[in-house]
């Protein structure tokens, strides 16, 4: 089973930076990615950012320049540097790992964690 724990979320001023991580523990596939949700409607949540196990990065167009995702593959912990953050950027956040084939394809559940809430004041 496996578990993720989000801390970083917070106050920010629009312009302002923060930095989220997410700590993933329990039983991970070597194949997978983990990266970064906003939920924006009752029901869903879009990709701000996410990283393959191998390093490949993707992110939503609203947020390239700004965000970068890295990860530490030895503490199974993926980051997201946020700066020059905007109103807009306000929600929670919540990580998401998704085990997935050798072709990157996700397979079985993806786990997700607590969420964090991100506000940025104009």
């Known amino acids: 089973q496996v578990q993720l724990v989000e801390s970083g979320g917070g106050l920010v001023q629009a312009g302002g930076s923060l930095t989220l991580s997410c700590a993933a523990s329990g039983s991970i596939r070597n194949r997978n990615y983990m990266g970064w949700y906003r939920q924006t409607t009752e029901k869903q949540r879009d990709m701000v950012a996410r990283?393959?196990?191998?390093?490949?990065?993707a992110y939503a167009d609203s947020v390239k320049g700004r965000f970068t995702i890295s990860k530490d593959n030895a503490r199974n912990t993926v980051y997201l540097h946020m700066t020059r953050l905007e109103s807009e950027d306000t929600g929670v956040y919540y990580c998401?790992?998704?085990?997935?084939?050798?072709?990157?394809?996700?397979?079985?559940?993806?786990?997700w964690g607590q969420g964090t809430q991100v506000t940025v004041s104009s």
């Open positions: 998401k790992l998704q085990p997935t084939t050798a072709s990157a394809t996700p397979i079985f559940d993806a786990v």
């Open positions: 990283i393959s196990a191998e390093g490949i990065i």
